[in-house]
């Protein structure tokens, strides 16, 4: 048996605690992965608008690709952040069943939206 304070713990009740108190930390662990992608989102969301803004007041001959390229990055930056929801909310059911593990798929789509949007930005500025 442990003593931790007043209390003595036995050993059933140990591992209950300590796994109670792993399942809190990768809880948390989860919320700092999604709050990490949401800022991804809104940067990418925020990009989009500043290019969209300044290339559309600047009368560029190209002015409307990049108002498109904006706009393509501010809907890249809603579906990475519909998608990070989702993910968020399925990878906290699994943690509650006891099932670690996370989405492939939704894991590789929010790694394709940016290289997308960057080869677009790069085709545009290479055309220029």
């Not at 969209?52 to 009368?59: Q, T």
């Not at 790069?122 to 220029?128: E, G, Q």
Request: proline share 2%.
């Amino acid at each position: 048996m442990t003593q931790t304070g007043p209390r003595s713990w036995s050993r059933d009740e140990l591992a209950r605690e300590r796994t109670a108190e792993a399942r809190r930390r990768t809880h948390l662990a989860n919320e700092r992965t999604y709050a990490a992608w949401i800022r991804t989102a809104l940067a990418l969301i925020a990009l989009g608008v500043a290019i969209a803004g300044y290339f559309h007041i600047a009368g560029n001959s190209r002015g409307e690709l990049f108002v498109a390229l904006g706009a393509a990055f501010s809907v890249g930056g809603a579906l990475m952040a519909a998608l990070a929801t989702y993910g968020y909310r399925r990878t906290s059911r699994s943690i509650e069943e006891g099932e670690y593990g996370g989405s492939a798929v939704v894991t590789v789509v929010l790694g394709v939206i940016p290289i997308v949007l960057g080869l677009l930005a790069l085709t545009l500025i290479v055309l220029r």
